[in-house]
């Protein structure tokens, strides 16, 4: 038994209400259950109830003993003044604790509540409701619950981009291009990339957009990558970086910040940098051109750009490969798309008080494949399929958000196992 599950209790009057007494023998009515406190003080505010022929409003303090009161020193806190009810699993003092009325409910929960939410809080299995979960949830409810949390995850994101947006004085631009360079590394060198894309700002790089060459000198010397040449393009570009530098007191980066194990070829830094100085040269303002047309055809059309000719046969400098024109692939602009363009949109919506950008976000990802992991894998062992992005965004804020965590109580699955017949 703990507070949470109490306040559930109590939120949602899940026991038995029909001629309840307190403690003390006074009849209990309750008018109005108060409003959930999520900060320090009584666990709810503005409540109404009625004890005997008098009417009480303010505040109830719930606890599983009511010896936690003293326990708590809550006589001692004036926040604590206006209690009109103290409502308790077990009644296990029997002194007066203040001017109120105690309600114990051990009594009054259906012990079957009691075992539906120990079952719950006590499983050791990955999702805690598995074994409830197919007889429990309907289509439509699941879909209107993982809509709503796969928003939730989307609008968590923006509190990191909000912190970049600051750090570059609310240059939308460069924050954007941070992101994306940050998203491009993937985890593996998404540290690197925010580096790279920090040290070489946008408007400096927009300067040499017809240059394909120029850019990728600024980016692969920035990187580090080309301090010790290896061949005759490798060469070159140190030489054009070491001009530009100057120019630009541009700050090289230590190359051993980059991770080229465990990374298949495709993924290697060198490539993602290649197509970053691709994707410079054949996109000016990248990020307004996607707020004046936020759709997928769009964003797919501006991302679609191939890397420059030594790239087309190279992984590594030095190191010929089959011909291949290293094209972003759709899988990574649509990681791009729920990574790094729907947190922006939703942010540029909230900052411009513009509604419409987070129906934008929320129709880009539904318009994408769901990605698949293995959170999302188990998902589907138990019935529960991702249909697009959002679901599948939604599937991991579950598992990793809640599931994880067991807060079971605050999702709407949870709270409807618990409360079932």
Known sequence: MNETFLQFIWKYRLFNQIDIKSTSGENISIISTGD?????????????????????????????????????????????????????????SKENLGNF???????????NTIK??????????????????????????????????????????????????????NDWEQAFFIVLA?????????????????????????????????????????????????DEYSAQLKKEFTHLKQKHNFIEMDASNWKFLRTRPANF?????????????????????????????????????SVSDYWTTHYLFGKESKYSKRAITTDVINNFCINTIAPFLILWGEMNGDENFKNHAINLLEEIPS??????????????KSNNALEGQALIELKNMYCSNKKCLDCQIGMRIVNSD
Not at 101 to 111: G, Q
Request: proline share 3%; net charge neutral.
């Open 36 to 92: 959930l406190n999520f900060d320090a003080g009584p666990d709810f505010f503005n409540a109404k109830i009625k004890i005997d022929d008098t009417i009480l409003a303010g505040n109830i303090e719930i606890h599983t003993k009511s010896s936690d009161w003293n326990l708590h020193k809550h006589s001692e806190q004036s926040n604590y003044s206006n209690i009109i009810l103290h409502v308790v699993f077990d009644n296990d």
């Open 182 to 230: 940050k998203n491009l590394g993937f985890k593996l060198n998404a540290v690197a990339f925010e580096m790279l894309a920090k040290s070489a700002h946008h408007s400096v790089l927009e300067k040499y957009k017809k240059h394909l060459f120029q850019i990728e000198a600024i980016l692969f010397g920035i990187s580090g990558l080309i301090q010790n040449p290896v």
């Open 116 to 169: 539906k939410y120990n079952d719950l809080y006590f499983s050791k299995q990955q999702i805690p409701c598995e074994n409830n979960l197919k007889n429990n949830i309907s289509n439509f409810f699941l879909i209107h619950w993982l809509t709503r949390i796969g928003v939730e995850r989307i609008e968590r994101k923006t509190h990191d981009i909000q912190l970049i947006l600051n750090q570059t004085n």
């Open 269 to 305: 830094p060198t490539i993602r940098i290649a197509q970053l100085a691709s994707l410079i040269e054949n996109s000016n303002k990248l990020f307004s051109k996607i707020i004046e047309k936020p759709n997928l055809s769009v964003i797919s059309e501006l991302f679609n750009t």
């Open 101 to 111: 009325s105690t309600l114990e409910l051990k009594n009054l929960i259906s012990p």
């Open 371 to 384: 990605e698949k992991n293995s959170i999302i894998n188990k998902f589907e062992e138990l019935n529960i």
